[in-house]
């Protein structure tokens, strides 16, 4: 009994701090939560849990900036996304758990570093580049649960200021993790530890939102991105031991 409450408080922590950096920086709540709920839980039910955080984050954060939403540019993103969900929900169901731990762990390293670095595309501009971002999106979010450095880049690529990007962001989190859980399942937690995870994505929620105004951009992006790249490391670690 008391390792599964330490189990479930850890679950808890970890959503509460993903939460907290998704409402702050608008994405990043898969980036910090995957690699450790992947640890706890398994591949299948930490990408998930992902899904279905990260979705209710993004819920609770449209609540503010809806009306910011630019639904003509999201179009062409959710589509490609919806297309490429059920691939990535393909993939990850037919490989073997030391090479499924392997590939997430290298998509995550590769994506966090690509973020990093800023990198700017021309292909990623215009509708062109919002379908390319929207597919490979997609198929990292039910695979592997990461979608949002994709979209990360698309919106770097178009210029947007952090301020457009913020709601925007929620928007997509919101609908391509409701396919990504229509794909994938919903974990299965105990009734405790659901109730948990709804407390800390509240609780986390609140948290981002108050930080937002105190802590510069830059700096908490960078520890964000530090965090994430450490995680996907030691995912990435624990597959190729494995495998």
């Known amino acids: 009994m008391t390792g599964a409450w330490a189990a479930e408080l850890l679950l808890g922590g970890i959503v509460l701090a993903a939460s907290s950096v998704q409402r702050l920086a608008g994405i990043g709540f898969a980036l910090v939560a995957v690699p450790a709920l992947v640890l706890l839980l398994g591949p299948s ?12 984050v993004s819920a609770v954060g449209l609540a503010d900036g809806w ?18 969900v059920p691939v990535g ?12 731990l392997a590939g997430m762990g290298a998509l995550m390293t590769t994506a966090v570093l690509v973020v990093m670095r800023g990198v700017r595309v021309a292909s990623l501009r215009g509708t062109k580049g919002a379908l390319a971002a929207g597919a490979a999106s997609g198929f990292m979010n039910s695979a592997a649960g990461v ?63 108050a930080l937002a105004a105190r802590i510069p951009e830059g700096p908490a992006r960078r520890l964000v991105l530090l965090l994430a790249l450490a995680g996907a490391l030691v995912t990435l670690g624990k597959g190729l031991w494995g495998w």
């Open 67 to 84: 009306r910011d939403v630019r639904l003509r540019a999201m179009l062409p993103l959710v589509l490609a996304a919806g297309c490429c």
């Open 89 to 100: 929900t393909w993939v990850a169901r037919r490989l073997p758990e030391p090479q499924l």
């Open 147 to 209: 979608g949002g450095p994709a979209i990360s880049l698309y919106a770097v690529n178009a210029g947007w200021t952090v301020r457009e990007f913020i709601p925007n962001a929620q928007f997509y989190g919101l609908l391509v993790n409701a396919l990504s859980l229509a794909a994938n399942g919903a974990p299965r937690l105990s009734t405790a530890a659901w109730l948990l995870v709804a407390v800390a994505v509240a609780a986390g929620s609140v948290t981002g939102k």
């Open 45 to 56: 039910e930490g990408v998930a849990l992902a899904n279905c955080g990260a979705g209710l």
